[in-house]
């Protein structure tokens, strides 16, 4: 088999195939499988892994729904991120906050964490962000501008370590 220099992201949103910038060098385009969970109170007959979540200062046991990435979400929902790498390298998740003018807030590395360098993957691995081991395993969307209107994430999987700084809240900053 050849070896693999680089990977690119095929994106693909509702069924269609979404440009993707003109590849750099050598690129293989694989597959990501990506699985977004929105974290509820628990309805009767619910039998799945229930997560602690902070419930208006009270610790609660809640459920995790997948949902359709493309849903629409409300400023408080807690959310978690299911990613299974399709070959082995090193994972990193970035988001920034999209204005309804078509801007983008400051990039913000959401894994790994300042705190938790380790970020290599295997194929076939599935990882969980936040880990299910945090105190509180969501991110809660908490938009920071007047004229929010969403967010936009990046996974990528690298051959080689990428090397970001990033202040004390992890954003980038180069």
Same mark, same amino acid.
């Not at 499988?33 to 009767?44: E, F, H, Q, S, Y």
């Given at each position: 088999?050849?070896?693999?220099?680089?990977?690119?992201? &095929?994106?693909?949103?509702? *069924?269609?195939? @979404?440009?993707?910038?003109?590849?750099?060098?050598?690129?293989?385009?694989?597959?990501?499988?990506?699985?977004?969970?929105?974290? &509820?109170?628990?309805?009767?007959?619910?039998?799945?892994?229930?997560?602690?979540?902070?419930?208006?200062?009270?610790?609660?046991?809640?459920?995790? @729904? &997948?949902?359709?990435?493309?849903?629409?979400?409300?400023?408080?929902?807690?959310?978690?991120? *299911?990613?299974?790498?399709?070959?082995?390298?090193?994972?990193?998740?970035?988001?920034?906050?999209?204005?309804?003018?078509?801007?983008?807030?400051?990039?913000?590395?959401?894994?790994?964490?300042?705190?938790?360098?380790?970020?290599?993957?295997?194929?076939?691995?599935?990882?969980?962000?936040?880990?299910?081991?945090?105190?509180?395993?969501?991110?809660?969307?908490?938009?920071?501008?007047?004229?929010?209107?969403?967010?936009?994430?990046?996974?990528?999987?690298?051959?080689?370590?990428?090397?970001?700084?990033?202040?004390?809240?992890?954003?980038?900053?180069?």
């Amino acid at each position: 088999s050849k070896k693999r220099e680089k990977v690119a992201i &095929r994106w693909k949103r509702s *069924g269609k195939s @979404v440009k993707r910038p003109k590849p750099v060098g050598k690129l293989i385009a694989s597959d990501i499988g990506i699985t977004v969970w929105k974290m &509820r109170r628990p309805l009767a007959g619910d039998n799945g892994v229930q997560l602690v979540v902070d419930a208006d200062g009270r610790d609660e046991l809640w459920s995790s @729904v &997948r949902v359709d990435p493309t849903s629409n979400f409300r400023a408080g929902d807690r959310i978690r991120i *299911g990613i299974e790498s399709p070959t082995a390298g090193f994972l990193y998740v970035i988001n920034s906050e999209v204005s309804s003018d078509g801007g983008f807030g400051e990039p913000s590395l959401i894994f790994p964490t300042a705190d938790a360098k380790y970020n290599s993957v295997t194929a076939g691995m599935l990882v969980d962000i936040p880990d299910q081991k945090e105190n509180y395993p969501y991110f809660t969307l908490r938009p920071s501008r007047g004229n929010y209107a969403g967010e936009l994430v990046a996974i990528i999987i690298t051959q080689a370590k990428l090397d970001f700084q990033l202040d004390d809240k992890g954003k980038i900053l180069n």
